[in-house]
Every structure is written in structure tokens, then in C-alpha cells.
């Protein structure tokens, strides 16, 4: 399925409309500081929640458009005026995402704080580095002034590929491991070239420079729309050869879709193309695919085209819950949806995660879940999609397709056996169980992650369950441990922790006064009287089960 974008943050699957400003939206994007509107910002970020790969139980609200209002620059680290500058030290928590039965993404999140002065200070930029993309770029970018929306922009290069000129052969190619492959001193060094300077040219430098030097990471942030708008101009040298040959009549058309490129000529144009792209790449500091790199006639490519157009499965649009108001989930029609499921169990390692997205979505809205234990069998080979499978085989118990006791027993025995699950994937099945439903064995391994787990996102799981559970035991075993942690991210969701399960107001403004990069949260409760805002339901897992009848077959 295409990627779309939730007000210009792509999403696989799901897609949100851009609403029209408000008067209070208009008030908030006037304020700003060193030309950098923290607003639009945070209204970038909120754009990413959803679908990103760390879900946070409270679901950032600190970073919230709302909070933004008078913002005092010192609780973002901005000095102004004379010497104007920067003094917070971004900081990144990794870890790894399954993006296929094999292959692992190196994910990050950033603290609080750069999170926003990062997305606010490309945004100062944008509309001088849109001035250097062609027109055939597509997905993540500027067009008019204006954050494109990335459905539209899926929509125009599918139209393009469609466009095929005739006795023309196809080039195609991408570039290696892209994100982690950009030269960050090129770019940055790009960034210069054309006119991006000050503070906040220093605050992209600065979150750069640092993820680029840790012994874990390389080049830009990943899922990260800021990182996707810098990772246009880290191909300008690549725009450039293609633009000279279109410039010169040698390719007839190209188009690029991140770093997804192709273009159609004669043979000989497009082998020598595609020659240079790779000398050019190369000179980048980039590579590429050898493996995806091909020339096929104009006329094979578009019978590829519509074989694939054949492959894909109908679907309609339906709206979700009330935690996201301004998404709409995209799903397969019912008349489609259970060949789909059959198609997909029977291989399911080899599933794409949107694939697996789009069918268990469509199924637990749908309310079928007839073959609930095929999908539990299945877990193991989809890790993933195992964010998709939780919610399926949440919704299928409350449903009562699939007994509690049957999904607490399948927790512990997948996370306590040898099987190599990776942290991110044990966090998600967690997410299948609600506080309230889950057994003594699974709340034990939930205290064994709060005691000794690093994963930002096992975290989040154990400290919103056992919260909930057992909260005087969980502020014991929370306050034993947050004295020896430094990461910001884990502080952060400790000390949420902390306040969730009752501990005084001091115990908490303790561990957050300590830590620079959370002075937003700092700020977001005491302008709340320190209470936490709602656990979205598809968090906690406490929604109930749809109006309706199970449908089994």
C-alpha cells in the first residue's frame, strides 16, 4: 500500500487530514524565536505520533501545539539576544525495529526538547532548501511554501511511473542504507552553500553531528520528518545529473521518490545515467543498490505496473477511535478481506509490515477473528507486525474469540522461552493484555523489565501497567532504580512512573529539576496541576469490544 502522511509525516497505511487553522492556531504560530515557529513544530511532531515507533503512553504532552503558547525560551535551552545560542547537548535513545522477518531498523529517539528545536529549526529552512528540489521529487518535502501532504505526493508519482513514454527502456535504482549512508559534513557543508546560518542552522549541526558520532548510529535520525526534508538536499547531487539529462533531451522522464529513483531513455542514455548517478552518489558519500539497479523496456515496466495494480487489495477508508480525531485508517473491503488473511497466513514471514498492517486492521474492524489462533501461532514469524498483531488479538479477546488466560499464557511462554524476540516486539504483545487482565506471571515479567530493562519502550509498558496494578509496590521498585539512570528518555518515563503510582509532588520535581531536556515536561504539569492526561485506550487496552456480532467464518 502507499505511504501517506499525517499532515505531512508519512504513515504506511494511514493517512490524517490537515485542518484549517484556528484563531488559536494562528496566535500560537506567532510564537517564535530566532525565526523558528515552535507551533508549526510541535504540530510536525504531534503529525508523527501516531504510527512512530515508540508508543508513549501519555503520548508526549508536553510536545503538544497547546503547550506552546508564551513558551519561555531558557525551557528549550535558547539563549536570545546578544550571543544568542543553544546550550542543551541532544541525547539518543537506541534501539531496533524489525522492519521484515530478517532485516532490523537503527531507531532513535531524541529527548523532548531536541525533538522540537530540531523540527523547528529545519521548518526555518524548508522553504530556501525547497527552492533546490525538482518537481519530479516526491514525498517529504515543500511545494509552494507549504509542507507537502504525502498521500498527494504518493498519488502524483504513481502517476508519473503510469506515464510511461513509449519505445523507451526503464533505469531504475536506490540508494544503500540511505539515512544511515548520508554524509552529515556534506551536508551540513550543502546547508551553508545555500544560505542556512545561525541559531538554528547551530541546532541542526549540533542533533547532527551528534547522532552521526555515536558508536551505534550513522548519518540522520530515521522516522523523522525533518531528517526526511535534510535527506532531499544530501541527493541534490543526484538531482543534478538527472536534471542535466533531462535538460539535454537524453532521458525523456525521471522521478524520485525519496531515494527511490528512475527515468526512461534509450538504452545507452539510460545505462550512461545511471553510471553517473552512481558517480555522483558516490562522490556524496553514497552508494548504490547494485542488486536493485536495472533497466527493463518502458513497455515490461508498465505490465510490472499493472500486475501490481492487479495485486493490490481494494480497499475503503473508515475512521478510527477518538484518541486520533483527524486519522482515517485506510482497510480492505470485505469482500477481499478474507482471501487476504489466507494469503497472508499462509507465509506469513514473508509479509510486508504494511501488508500485515493493512489485514489484522481490517480484521478487528471488521470484527473477524475466526482464525484468532492461527494468528497467535504466527507471532513468531512477523515480528514486524507485531504492534498490528497485539491490537488484533486484543480487540479478539474482548470480543471473547480468544480467552485471557489463552493470551497471558502465549506472553510468558513467548518472552521467557529462547525464542530471539527482540525488545521492541515483547513490548508490543504486552500491549495485547490490560493491566486489569493480566495474569501473575505476566505482571512478574513485567517487574523483571522495570528492574532491569534499557528499552525505552519495555519501560513505557511495565511503568503504565504496574502503575495501574500495584502502585505502591511500583513506586518502591521505581525510586530504587531512577537514582542510577541518566538517559532523559528513561528519567522521563520513570519519573511519569513515579507520579502515576502516587509518589509526592517532591519525589517527582527531584528527578525532573536534574534533567535539562525535560524542563517541557516540567512546565506541561505544573501549568496542569500535575495531573497526567489519559492513557489512549489503545495504549492501555482497556477499550471494549465493537457493537456487533463476532463473525467467525
Request: glycine share 6%; charged share 25%.
Amino acid at each position: 500500500m502507499g505511504i501517506v502522511s499525517n499532515c505531512g509525516g508519512g504513515r504506511s497505511g494511514a493517512s490524517a487530514t490537515c485542518p484549517a487553522l484556528t484563531r488559536t492556531d494562528r496566535r500560537l504560530s506567532t510564537m517564535s524565536h530566532l525565526g523558528m515557529d515552535f507551533a508549526d513544530a510541535a504540530r510536525l511532531v504531534e503529525s508523527e505520533i501516531f504510527g512512530d515507533w515508540y508508543r508513549d503512553p501519555w503520548g508526549w504532552p508536553e510536545l503538544r501545539v497547546s503547550e506552546m503558547e508564551d513558551l519561555d525560551p531558557a525551557d528549550v535551552g535558547l539563549i536570545v539576544g546578544k550571543g544568542a545560542r543553544w546550550e542543551f547537548e541532544p541525547s539518543f535513545h537506541s534501539f531496533e525495529i524489525p522492519k521484515s522477518f530478517f532485516g532490523q531498523r537503527p531507531a532513535v529517539l531524541l529527548d523532548p526538547v531536541s525533538r522540537l528545536l530540531f523540527a523547528a529549526a529545519v521548518q526555518r529552512f524548508a522553504v530556501q532548501l525547497e527552492a533546490e528540489l525538482s518537481d519530479w521529487s516526491y514525498g517529504w518535502r515543500y511545494r509552494d511554501g507549504a509542507r507537502a501532504n504525502n498521500s498527494e505526493e504518493r498519488d502524483l508519482y504513481r502517476q508519473s511511473q503510469q506515464q510511461l513514454p513509449e519505445a523507451a527502456f526503464s533505469g531504475e535504482t536506490d540508494i544503500t542504507s540511505f539515512f544511515a549512508s548520508v554524509n552529515v559534513p556534506k551536508l551540513l557543508e550543502t546547508m551553508r552553500a545555500l544560505g542556512c546560518s545561525s541559531v538554528p542552522a547551530d541546532i541542526i549541526e549540533r542533533v547532527l553531528t551528534r547522532h552521526d558520532g555515536l558508536s551505534f548510529r550513522s548519518g540522520l535520525p530515521q522516522r523523522s520528518t525533518a531528517s526526511s526534508i535534510l535527506a532531499q538536499v544530501a541527493l541534490s547531487p543526484v538531482d543534478d545529473v538527472i536534471g542535466r539529462a533531462l535538460e539535454q533531451g537524453r532521458i525523456s522522464a525521471a522521478r524520485r521518490w525519496m531515494d527511490d529513483i528512475s527515468f526512461e531513455g534509450s538504452y545507452a542514455d539510460v545505462y550512461r545515467l545511471l553510471l553517473e548517478v552512481q558517480a555522483a552518489a558516490r562522490n556524496a558519500g553514497l552508494e548504490i543498490n547494485a542488486s536493485k539497479t536495472h533497466i527493463t523496456s518502458a513497455q515490461q515496466k508498465s505490465i510490472e505496473f499493472e500486475r501490481e495494480n492487479q495485486r493490490i487489495i481494494r480497499t475503503e477508508v473508515d475512521v478510527v477511535d477518538d484518541d486520533y480525531p483527524d486519522l482515517t485508517m485506510t482497510l480492505i473491503s470485505d469482500a477481499e478481506l478474507l482471501a487476504a488473511e489466507d494469503a497472508v497466513l499462509t507465509k506469513p514471514k514473508s509479509q510486508s509490515r504494511s501488508e500485515l498492517g493493512l489485514v489484522l486492521r481490517s480484521l478487528w474492524r471488521s470484527r473477524r477473528f475466526g482464525r484468532v489462533a492461527e494468528w497467535i501461532d504466527a507471532s513468531r514469524w512477523i515480528p514486524h507486525g507485531a504492534d498490528h498483531l497485539s491490537r488484533y488479538l486484543r480487540e479478539a479477546g474482548n470480543a471473547g474469540a480468544v480467552t485471557v488466560d489463552a493470551l497471558n499464557t502465549w506472553f510468558v511462554d513467548e518472552h521467557t522461552s529462547n525464542w530471539p524476540h527482540t525488545d521492541w516486539v515483547a513490548a508490543q504483545h504486552a500491549t495485547a493484555i490490560a493491566a486489569d487482565a493480566m495474569s501473575e506471571n505476566s505482571v512478574a515479567l513485567l517487574r523483571s523489565w522495570l528492574s532491569d530493562s534499557q528499552n525505552a519502550q519495555k519501560l513505557a509498558v511495565a511503568v503504565q501497567r504496574l502503575a495501574s496494578i500495584e502502585p505502591q509496590a511500583t513506586r518502591r521498585a521505581l525510586r530504587s532504580r531512577i537514582d542510577g539512570v541518566y538517559d532523559p528518555i528513561q528519567v522521563r518515563l520513570l519519573t511519569l512512573g513515579l507520579l502515576a503510582s502516587g509518589a509526592p509532588i517532591s519525589a517527582v520535581t527531584e528527578h525532573l529539576n536534574r534533567t535539562p531536556s525535560l524542563k517541557l515536561l516540567t512546565r506541561y504539569l505544573v501549568n496542569h496541576k500535575w495531573k497526567l492526561p489519559s492513557v489512549p485506550d489503545d495504549f492501555a487496552g482497556t477499550e471494549g469490544a465493537q457493537p456487533g456480532t463476532v463473525t467467525v467464518d
